[in-house]
């Protein structure tokens, strides 16, 4: 279970992350979403021990993770960046590999376990066949494949992803949340994920954290959070909210004003 009581983190004197209280049991799915500059980023990074806090405490089964090595809490929590960084050319192999930095390769079973596991987590996300690519020369979608897999390979009992789908189509975000979700279900990663696109957070998240000015706004199911006077407070933008007719999920539409304003 994670615990983060009273976490405030602040830039300079910016408060960007104000007073969060929170709970994540062992295997939930749990989605953050809020507008632009709400905190989203900013409290995924402290809960993953990226940023100190001015105040307040992660807890992982009651362990202080700003009290853990390097080395302990990434066996704990695993961290998926909303940018890849492909400064350096790497190979797909290579990256997924550094997933395992976090377990001391002392013995040579342990290396070849860490091969096995590095093979096992791309082909998980499907990508085998780019093993031997480089990373900078691969597309938005394979690229956040090989990091979900490097993460994978982690083994954590955390994995936090900040906005993992956001640079691709329909179709390749889809792939990509279903692979988390069977995550999820299927290998017991509890999951904490910032969301940009609220219809899919409701769709995949079973709870879901909204932010504003970085504190939680409201926190509960998707019908509890995606209801149209939260969504029209906190994203300030007219709102209708019905039901997505497949999966009984609530389901946002956007009412543009335009013809209003312009017509007086
Ligand atoms: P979100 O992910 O919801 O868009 P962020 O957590 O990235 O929000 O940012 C929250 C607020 O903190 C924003 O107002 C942003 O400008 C500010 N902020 C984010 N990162 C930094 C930083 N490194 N230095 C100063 N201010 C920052
Ligand atoms: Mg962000």
């Not at 990091?147 to 179709?171: G, M, N, W, Y």
């Not at 998707?222 to 039901?243: A, R, W």
Request: hydrophobic share 40%; charged share 25%; with cysteine.
């Amino acid at each position: 279970m994670l615990k983060v009581n009273d976490l405030v983190v602040k830039y300079d004197n910016f408060v960007a992350v104000n007073d969060v209280n929170l709970t994540v049991s062992d295997y939930e799915f749990v989605g953050i979403i809020g507008p632009n500059g709400s905190g989203k980023s900013t409290l995924l990074r402290a809960i993953s021990g990226f940023y100190h806090p001015q105040n307040g405490e992660v807890l992982l089964d009651e362990k202080d993770i700003y009290k853990m090595k390097p080395k302990e809490r990434a066996r704990n929590i695993s961290f998926v960046p909303e940018e890849v960084d492909t400064t350096f050319a790497f190979t797909v192999k290579e990256i997924v590999l550094m997933g395992r930095y976090p377990y001391q390769k002392q013995f040579l079973s342990e290396e070849e376990e860490g091969f096995k596991i590095a093979e096992e987590s791309l082909k998980l996300l499907e990508i085998e066949g780019l093993s031997e690519r480089y990373i900078n020369e691969l597309s938005s979608g394979e690229k956040q494949r090989v990091v979900i897999a490097r993460a994978l390979c982690q083994q954590s009992k955390f994995i936090l992803l900040d906005e993992p789908t956001s640079h691709l189509d329909i179709s390749h975000q889809i792939e990509i949340l279903d692979i988390i979700k069977r995550l999820n279900i299927e290998k017991k990663v509890t999951v904490i994920i910032v969301m940009h696109d609220l219809n899919l957070a409701s769709e995949y998240c079973d709870r879901i954290l909204l932010l504003r000015n970085g504190a939680i706004y409201k926190e509960g199911n998707p019908e509890e959070v995606m209801t149209y006077q939260n969504i029209e407070y906190v994203y300030k933008t007219v709102v209708v909210v019905n039901k997505n007719p497949v999966s009984g999920k609530p389901h946002i539409l956007s009412v543009p004003q335009w013809d209003k304003t312009s017509n007086g």
